[in-house]
């Protein structure tokens, strides 16, 4: 087992109220671009040779990880003219493929932190003889995802679209993103044009009689569909709970990277990242946050659970709950927001602007 394709293109990547140029998978999770922590853990898992299928900006991953080597990989790259979905993207990435027809080839959604385990997951592939393996996670609200019920060997039996009943929810089991196919499958996606693995190519191989085998791992699993959930995995990855060994320093309740300064009785905690160049002030309280390089945070600021962008600035004594702080914003001192704002990259937001709970 040595190669994989990694998906990372698609209409919902980029993070947009943080820059708008930064694709999602390039946007800093404990550190690194969150690409990093899926190459990385591929890496160790065996994969030697990794196709990115990307549908835009090809141009910000290449400068970035070149040829792979640095990582111990080999990584080509594809772009899409016009995004083919996860189907197409697979059937497109597979003309660089070095595999023989029955040999896996791992597949990876580009959006997801996981902890599985991705040997265990090619040796059910081999030891189950499927045509594809899926990664299935359970949910405890299934409510919001297309259901994958398995027989009492892990056979998949159906794939649903999104439960609209209770009496829908048959199972808690989902796709959660990570397959192993055998190279000759992919050949039989449609090429040149868009096509869903989940709508389309699962249920027409099952209907076809192929064998897709489900291996229910419920390690870590966390969607990164929003910002906030991009949030709580840096903080995952800080934490180790989320494993990757592409963290840059130890886990623990806070990671500082180099060049950042943090004052003596600045507070970071839960998992907090301060990233390069990056200055928090003294009387500082930043919990479960990632503070992206050349950002700066003014004395007695609070922030929790938030993304703050690469050298934008906090001031004093703002409180930041559940935000998400575009590039180069200024929060000026004695404001107050809440849960689900997004401030536009350059915005600038003046002194005690904005606050919810009362006045004092
Ligand atoms: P379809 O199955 O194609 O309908 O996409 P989806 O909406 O179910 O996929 P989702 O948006 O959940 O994306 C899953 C992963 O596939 C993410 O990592 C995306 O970046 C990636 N992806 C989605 N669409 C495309 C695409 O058109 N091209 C490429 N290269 N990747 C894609």
Redesign the pocket.
Known sequence: MTEAI????????RLRPLTVYTP??MVRAAGVPFLTHQLARARAAGVEHIVL???YLAEVFEPYFGDGSAMGLSIEY?T?E????????IR??ASRLRSGPDDPVLV?????LTGLDIRALVATHASTGADVTLHLTKVSDPRAYGLVPTDGTGRVLAFLEKPGTPEEIVTDQINA?AYVFRRSVIDTVPAGR???????TFPELLASGAHLQGMVDSTYWL?L?TPAAFVRGSADLVLGRAPSPAVPGRCGDRLILPTATVAGDAKLAGGTVVGEGAFVAEGARIFGSAILPGAVIEPGAVITDSLIGTEARVGTRSVLTGTVIGDGAVIGPDNELRTGIRIWPHTHIPASAVRFSSDQ
Do not use: Y
């Open positions: 990694l998906l990372v293109g698609g209409k919902g990547t999602k998978p299928a990307t549908s594809v899409e016009e995004p083919l979905g996860t189907g197409g993207a497109n990435a990876f959604n580009g959006d997801i993103g868009p096509v869903s693995v989940e709508r389309e969607d569909g």
